[in-house]
């Protein structure tokens, strides 16, 4: 038999790591999605994260896969979501605003959402479909929103190195509040306090009874991006009654310890440059420019919006996905 030559050898066996690498992170990306398809990963997992009270703002927390979400919840973050961002998204050459497209996204079987439900003492108990749900997306009364626009630093410039020297603050913040969870986890519950109003089973909310009004979401997936296991933020929105009480850097630093325990390298989002409230939220927070952002590939152009990116510290002694 003739000498066979062995000089494709080094590349097959490179691309084979490299296919073997890709499918063990799309197995990860694929049991991220299992681990939170139902129930209330929020409530089971992060039990410290399920109540909110600072700044003068009580409220519940709970979470969500897309197929559990009540339709009344969904379309009240549809509803929040067209208010803040149709005319970003009409001022894109290309996108354009679509309500169908909005509420196909939403409703994708890989969201995951995180829900803020604001609670009175002595208010009762909503149901979806309750004027108060509706509402919620509304306009809000225009000191508030003048409040929470005035108080806040404009946004600074937004460059590839911009975070660097953020990443450290907010690592720290989560840092804190693992230890609070973890102490909550260990027996001091003043935190982790069954909802009001809502059901003690711990479902992801399926059961149709809402802890309070809706005043802010998260939704999130868990996907594959250039060969790594990301936490993708599709969306914010926080309703403008309830701004400037920090729920915008909670919700995101929630993620980021939910992407962190989970596995992922990184966090992402996409933002419009017209957003400076959301781009000042993203800097502080220590996102910079993602490699494939608009901006990054083309410094001097003019463009409309940048995808960002927060790479997750591995924790020590682990592999990311
Ligand atoms: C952007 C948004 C999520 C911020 O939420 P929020 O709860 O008001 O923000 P917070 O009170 O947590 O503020 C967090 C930081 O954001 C920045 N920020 C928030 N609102 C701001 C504003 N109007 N102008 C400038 N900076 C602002 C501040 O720097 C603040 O920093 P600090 O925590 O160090 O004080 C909220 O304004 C929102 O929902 N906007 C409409 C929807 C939207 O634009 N979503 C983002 C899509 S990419």
Known sequence: MAKKSSKGKPKKLARKAEN?????????????????????????????????????????????????????????????????????????????WSDAKKRAELADPAARYLVVFEQQPAAQVQQPGDAAVGAA???????????????????????????????????????????????????????????????????????????????????????????????????????AAAQGKGLGRFLMQLLELVGRRSGVARLMLTVFHANTAALALYNRLGYVLDDDSPGAVDPSGDHKYEILTKRLPAPAGATKA
Not at 35 to 42: K, M, Q, R, V
Not at 175 to 193: C, F, I, V, Y
Not at 203 to 217: I, T
Request: aromatic share 8%; charged share 15%; with cysteine.
């Open 137 to 239: 997306g509304g306009a809000a009364p225009p000191a508030a929103a003048a409040a929470a626009g005035d108080a806040v630093a404009p946004a600074a410039p937004l460059t590839a190195a911009a975070g660097t020297a953020a990443l450290e603050a907010p690592a720290a913040a989560i840092a804190a509040d693992e230890q609070r969870e973890n102490s909550a986890a260990a027996g001091n519950t003043s935190s982790a306090q069954a909802v009001p109003g809502s059901s003690s089973s711990g479902s992801g909310g399926g059961d149709g009874c809402l802890p309070g009004r809706p005043v802010a979401f998260v939704h999130f997936r868990f996907e594959v991006e250039e060969g790594e296991a990301v936490l993708y933020c599709y969306e914010i929105q926080v309703a």
């Open 20 to 96: 073997e690498r890709a499918a063990a992170v799309a197995a990860a990306v694929k049991a991220m999605n299992e681990a939170s398809a139902s129930g209330d990963f929020l409530a089971a997992q992060y039990p410290a994260f399920t109540r909110y009270d600072r700044k003068g703002l009580t409220a519940a927390l709970r979470f969500y896969a897309a197929p559990e979400l009540p339709p009344a919840l969904l379309d009240w973050a549809l509803g929040l979501t067209r208010d803040h961002m149709a005319a970003l998204y009409e001022a894109c050459p290309g996108w354009g």
